[in-house]
């Protein structure tokens, strides 16, 4: 007898890697959630008069049964948030607070300044930022083509603490089999008798179950801080957990995304220095300085990002 159970036990040990295979990548998010459930089955305890709970000498059964409905309550709703997101479409005016812009776009991989000299600025900043952003949306649609997963239109983007200072914004969007998707922002701005070109690069990835698992289970210690933001359509429960990057095509056409949109966007700002009389032979250095550096990047399997030798760290629980 107790040799079969000695050979039990060693199967039941053997067969663990092939139970846990799924979760090789949400291991510490599925533990995170059971150890937080364990917390709130203990707190349910007290609140159904039960006297075997280590926490009944601490908590009073009319305090658990708030804490218990209220967690119940949160979970509830937070899940409700985030499938009614799937349904928010991106829109032509967008709003941030804080330092949270294009929060809903994902994480920030880069974001570059091109100055630009002005000796005789001629146009007014409105025309020559519409112009910008009609040259270089065309040159994107150009090279781009008619492909389904690539679209480019003009945001107007305000700060919800200051709404007179609303700027304008080409956004180009490339989404991946997947369901990943680069964002690209061009802004103009002038400052004097200079021009500043800000270009904004976001990466969303898409979400794992765990993920969701996690951020769900851990909401009534959360929903405080984002439910207000929420409302408001200036957060974004989608964008801070798609952080799953677990497949080799995958970080392939990302790479090739960001380097292929920085490549035509860089060209297009060159094409339109050189019609308006402002191309330089710094703004030619610097330009290309921005593809080559462009070409140095790299979505590892660490979950970070490779610019030039300088790593970015993308947000994750694996």
Not at 15 to 21: F, N, Q, R, V
Not at 27 to 34: F, G, L, S
Not at 246 to 266: C, V
Request: hydrophobic share 45%; aromatic share 10%; net charge positive.
């Amino acid at each position: 007898m107790n040799a079969v159970l000695v050979v039990l036990v060693s199967l039941i040990v053997l067969c663990i890697p092939l139970l846990l295979g799924p979760l090789r990548h949400g291991i510490k998010n599925v533990m995170a959630a059971i150890s937080t459930i364990g917390i709130y089955a203990m707190i349910a305890n007290v609140a159904i008069g039960s006297q075997g709970s280590i926490l009944n000498e601490f908590i009073p059964i009319w305090l658990a049964t708030i804490l218990t409905l209220l967690f119940l309550i949160i979970m509830i709703i937070t899940l409700i948030c985030f499938f009614a997101e799937k349904g928010y479409a991106e829109g032509k005016s967008e709003w941030f607070y804080d330092d949270l812009l294009f929060q809903r776009y994902g994480q920030l991989l880069k974001n570059e300044t091109i100055p630009i000299g002005v000796k005789n600025l001629s146009k007014n900043s409105e025309e020559l930022a519409r112009n910008l952003y009609y040259h270089l949306s065309q040159s994107v649609k150009a090279r781009f083509g008619t492909n389904q997963r690539f679209s480019s239109e003009i945001v107007k983007v305000i700060d919800s603490h200051l709404e007179s200072d609303a700027r304008l914004f080409l956004k180009i969007k490339l989404v991946s089999m997947r369901n990943s998707q680069i964002s690209y922002f061009v802004n103009l701005d002038t400052v004097g008798k200079q021009l500043a070109i800000n270009t904004r690069i976001h990466l969303r990835n898409k979400y794992a179950w765990h993920q969701v698992l996690l951020f769900v289970v851990t909401s009534p210690l959360t929903y405080w801080l984002w439910i207000y933001h929420w409302l408001l359509r200036k957060y974004f429960i989608r964008s801070e957990i798609n952080n799953d990057l677990g497949n080799a095509f995958e970080k392939m056409d990302l790479e090739s995304y960001i380097k292929l949109a920085t490549f035509t966007i860089m060209v297009g700002i060159e094409e339109f220095a050189k019609a308006n009389d402002l191309l330089t032979e710094e703004l030619k250095q610097l330009i290309i300085n921005n593809i080559n550096n462009s070409q140095s990047i790299n979505i590892s399997k660490s979950r970070s990002i490779r610019i030039s030798g300088m790593r970015y760290k993308i947000r994750h629980s694996a």
